[in-house]
């Protein structure tokens, strides 16, 4: 009987690309009010495509995608002969804008009856936190690929949550909607993985298709509950 669930959060639990977006236009229009000089020179979409490249130059950085901003910033400090004093500044604008996520409508109500019986931890890649997307309360703890150093489908980060819990591979189940990152990533550590599919997307061919997928939190709960009336 699993003790713990694991949850990815962008596309999981609110749509990811929205987020971004926002929070990039919120940094492009202070940068355009601060640092016109990079604005006249760059649109939204080219500063995305510069700091693409620069994950492809510098790969470690896709484990930390905060330190892959920063990065970033200093790299057009540097372009424009500017000081590194207000990196820092700029990326705080980014990261607040991008805690500010627009839940799915299932995921307070499904989280907060799952935290009853079980120990929900949450698992990303990427930059979004539970303090402050307003999830605090419905997890026990979050961990990033910035904290382990490894982005899924790593096992690092899932092993390092059954560890901080207390429990066995058995005992631990992983949602979420990538089939490489999370699917495979869960299977790489030898736990149970359920595909949330929200979006109607298409299964990666690759990899085995999961025993169990669902649209929505709603579904999950209730295949949880049949499981546990079940034994």
Known sequence: MY???CFDLDDTLWPCMPTIE????????????????????YTTQQLRDKRKALLETQPELQHDLSAARRVHLQQLADEFGLSHSWVEPAFEVFYQARQQ????????PVLDALKQDFSLVALTNGNAHINHTGLAEQFDFQLSAADVQASKP????FVKAMQQVGVSPSQTLHVGDHPLHDIQGARNAGIDAVWLRRFAQPWD?????????????????????????GK
């Not at 996520?101 to 307070?108: H, I, P, R, T, W």
């Not at 061919?205 to 009336?229: C, G, K, N, T």
């Open 3 to 5: 003790k713990l669930i």
């Open 205 to 229: 061919d690759q990899f085995a298709e999961p025993a169990q997928a669902f649209s929505s939190l709603h579904a999950l709960q209730h295949w949880l509950q049949s499981s546990i009336v």
């Open 22 to 41: 926002h929070a990039e236009k919120t940094l492009y229009g202070w940068l355009d009010q601060q640092y016109p000089v990079i604005t006249r020179h």
């Open 154 to 157: 790593h096992p690092a980060m």
């Open 101 to 108: 996520v627009q839940l799915f409508d299932d995921v307070l």
